[in-house]
């Protein structure tokens, strides 16, 4: 009965105006690919985080990232019928379900002869090409593969690599970077025979610069929100990220970073908090969001609790590729190392875990009260090492941790009820941990 | 005690010969999967160890630690390795073959870490740049081995090695092949159990049990044909012989598979190299696993499905096989997004599917006897 009367209501009241913006952006993703086919364009599926975005942007290929789709069909509530067709297809309900939606929505397409009617934002234009990435995790490049039964275009997949934590950087830098390298330039004569044009190291460097520019945005923006009381929650950065992987390398996305940034500096600086009477900061620890129940941010803000912090999605601080690399594709293969073994150094003298050190900084760093983890039952690679964080962060801090468990888009996998009756328990252990 | 006398006892009671070698001062390196080279470790004077599961002991400790939403082999592995199963392992070597194993690695390695605990990157494209990162990451697993042991890699005792274990391979083929005739001269659970007993123990040892297997096998009277249908097994890790058993047991012959712990993990050979690691790195890198990308030659879908499953359409001709089934592993992403294209192009063979989704468990595999049954009935 609860979660009947709650179906109406997927999404979060916003605590900024530019996260309110981000709905049209959203929905330009789409639209700008179904402009680019009928201008001859092409479009790509896309998977984010895959370190390839300057590249596509340099050779005017529109990405389509087929994750947000799947995300965007939860927050509309119009997942199920993408969901029931894969499954019917033969895919189980354990796989992942950014993936079952794809794969259903590319499957009803194809029996249809046409975009499925109704669909969210007008679905997803008929790619030209599919740009898998095993960066994040496997189903990022089987998915694509396994589309192949629906879509008839060609396909390819790139490795994004990343050293485990104790390895000797010394040692294995050279061949990492060398390795990341030939991946992407194995990309770029892919995509220079897809589209018939030469890619230009210019272009490629003018699309890294924007896309560095925003990021370091994005990363001021968050600094920011060390302010007390929270000037931006986390329910923002589930809609503000949508313009650094969507729109990375673009002029569009510095700008829209650049008003967030001016707007959240004023919120901290006036101590205009996201609700009038802040008791508890929330730290989200891991985790996919609940795509189909953001609104779950706005019941804790109810009890005075705001998540003013996050470690998903914002993968990656800024770093520093060294002066000496002067090839554009290089910069991108060494940013990639940087980034990936940001936190190598910190992990190997303690904890042995790069998350739990990225998240005792963000609990100082915030002065958060709580972290909360969100376990989705068909995503290992964000769920899979929750509970062994929780352990090992238990060591070091004694804030309340918390794990919901449901699935990023799947709704079958969530109970109202139960994440109610827990989130009650967490506040209580909030409010006695303050006590003292 | 007979080969198969005594594979039966080495399958039932494993680890039990690593342990005694280990007693004695011998170095048992444990690992995942199938992207670790024995060679290596053996050419070090070490005893490879291929971790395994146990399909009837419940999950009973790792839910503490691991969420249940992991692949459940690689939770019962680790469940048993918080209970000391593994206690006897000097190292602890995982490849980056999937979501779970490479999650597990940092978990295990801090619960019960070994005094040498290392991972190997695999790449999941194919190609020459992922060949040579692969061999580097190999090189950077000898030198970590070296560094620990303080033992020095011999290039001419690694040529020895492959050798080895590619005339382990070669009779392994030649068990295989006795399964060709109608019936076959030897089961699919006998095979599994003379596989799964050979990955706790030196790879001579096993190959000197082979070879007398294979010879004692040779001699069975050759059975009368019957019209029992002949099934291909795919899937993921099965190092129970329960689930084939019970296939066999449905009144089918398993003769042909393509599984973790069975060809997938020993088919092709090692390149015989003057540089052995180029050759070992090009052999393992192209272990097909459903984790693997296999790049598209041209943009068809018959091509693909040809480039990716070539290799099984030879399986299943040369070993006449009538249907095939699936068992995949719960929350495996990858065999569950393989299952259906290959299903796909078994059925452009005319070779029927069953593909089954199980728990990694004994206790659930009775409730499939009626589903295999039943998909028996309709090929038979």
Redesign the interface.
Known sequence: MEQREQQGKTAAVKGTDMARKVRGMVKNIYQSAHEAKQAGGKVAYSMIMSQYDEILRAMDIVPLPTENFAGVCAAKRQMDRFLLQAEADGYSQSLCSYARIGLGFDSLRKEGSGIPDNSPDGGMAMPDMMLGSSSVCDPRYKWFQAAGRFLDVPRYNVDVVSPPIRANLEDTRDYYIRYQKEQFRGLIAFLEKQTGRKMSDDRLWESIRLCDEAWRLWYEIDRLRVAVPSPMPSQDHFSIMAAAHYYAGTQIAVDFYQGLYDEVKYKAANKNGVVPDEKYRILYGAGLPPWHTLWIFNYFESFGAVFVIENVYRAYDPVEVPSSVQDPVEYLAWRTFLRVTQWHEKASARSGNPYVEKLLEMAADYKTDGVVFHACRSCRASTLGQTHIKNLLGRYTDIPMMQLTSDMVDLRDYSESQWKAQIGAFIEALAARKRG | MTAGAKLDELYKNRGVRAKELHNAGAIVIGYFCCFVPDEIITAFDMVPYRIQGSQSEPIDEAD????P??CPFVRSCFNMALKGSYDFLDGFVAP?S???IE?????WS?HRPSPF?H?I?V???Q?P??E??YR?ELD?FI?SLEDWSGRKLENGKLIKAVSLYNERRKVLRELYDLRKSDPPLVSGTEILKALVAGMGIPGAEHLALLRRYVAHVKERPKPRKDKTPRIFIWGSEIDDAAFIQLVEECGAQAVMDDLCTTTRSFWEEVPETTDPVEGIARRYLATHC??N?V??KE???IS?LEQ?YGYIKKFIKDWAVDGAIFY?V??C??C??????L??YLNSLDIPVL?I?DDYSISTIGQLRTRIQAFLEMIG
Do not use: V
Not at chain 2, 103 to 107: A, K, L, Q, V
């Open positions: 503490a630690f691991l969420e939403m992991a980056h999937c979501d779970t999650r597990i690695y940092g978990i801090h605990n991972m990157n790449p999941h494209m190609g740049s992922s040579a990162f580097s950077y030198k459903p984790r990308d790049p598209q943009c068809s879908r693909d990716r995949i719960r929350y992403d990858t569950e997004l393989e299952g259906p294209d299903r796909e593909m989704e």
